[in-house]
């Protein structure tokens, strides 16, 4: 069980210290209309931003999974 919970626990910060650097690398939305919902483009490819994006939501959900599992192991 030790070695289960330390290997979540590396999980935990590689996930962390990866979604960082993803949010950090992605560029930002450009405009003053996006950030009062004036952009109709919320559906439309993105690109290589897009993969990002996609990367990043997974690597949150992940992110949240494993914070989620340690309440199952007492220290």
């Known amino acids: 069980m030790e070695i289960l919970q330390n290997i979540l626990i590396f999980l935990y910060i590689a996930v962390a210290g990866f979604l960082v650097y993803l949010v950090l690398s992605q560029e930002p939305k450009q405009g003053a209309g996006d950030m009062f919902g004036g952009s109709t483009d919320l559906f439309s490819t993105r690109g290589v931003t897009g993969g990002l994006y996609r990367i990043t939501v997974v690597l949150g959900v992940i992110f949240v999974v494993l914070a989620f599992s340690f309440r ?4």
């Open 72 to 75: 199952f192991f007492n220290r």
